[in-house]
């Protein structure tokens, strides 16, 4: 006589044996997934500090040719109380719901960390607050390390770290006279 089905011990193993691979397999799933979240929320973070990076970089870069002009102070970068103010010339374009419609020279910028983020405050050239633009967020501290070389250079070191753990830093060599 030949059986046509399976009997209830075969039918509860097939049924233990499939669970088993659907709770690894969900198990596998979870793991990958907040692994690949992990991934992209420090490499998406690393991305927006290098952005940050070169902002401040550009801003280094578009001196003002006015300040170099008087010998009176030459300053371009200050470190004081962890935060870098730079000496620029930044054209900040007001948005529409700001108030102002023309462009406002700030040739002076501050660049602080507040709540975690990164902060950038321009200023007019009667030093008033024009406006303050958000560089950076989940941002733990940033570390300036100024690095005195030969030759009347010195190397300005900026430090990003995350509140992950995670770090993005940038060098500049500058003359002696351009930092404060």
Known sequence: MTRRGMTMVELLLALALLSALMVAGVSWTTMSTRTLAEYG??????????????WIDEALVTEDSSTTRSRRE?????????????????IHTPFVGEGAQHPVLCPLVNIVVRDDRL????????????????????????????TELEQRSVLVTVRLVSVRGASVARSWQLRREEIR
């Open 74 to 90: 030459r300053w371009r970068i200050s470190t004081e109380d962890g935060s870098l103010t730079l000496r620029t010339r930044h």
């Open 41 to 54: 929320t420090s490499s998406t973070w690393s991305v927006a500090a290098e952005q940050a990076l070169g």
């Open 119 to 146: 902060h950038a405050t321009f200023f007019d050239v009667e030093s008033r607050v024009v406006a303050e633009r958000l560089l950076l967020g989940g941002l733990r501290s940033m570390d300036i390390v100024t």
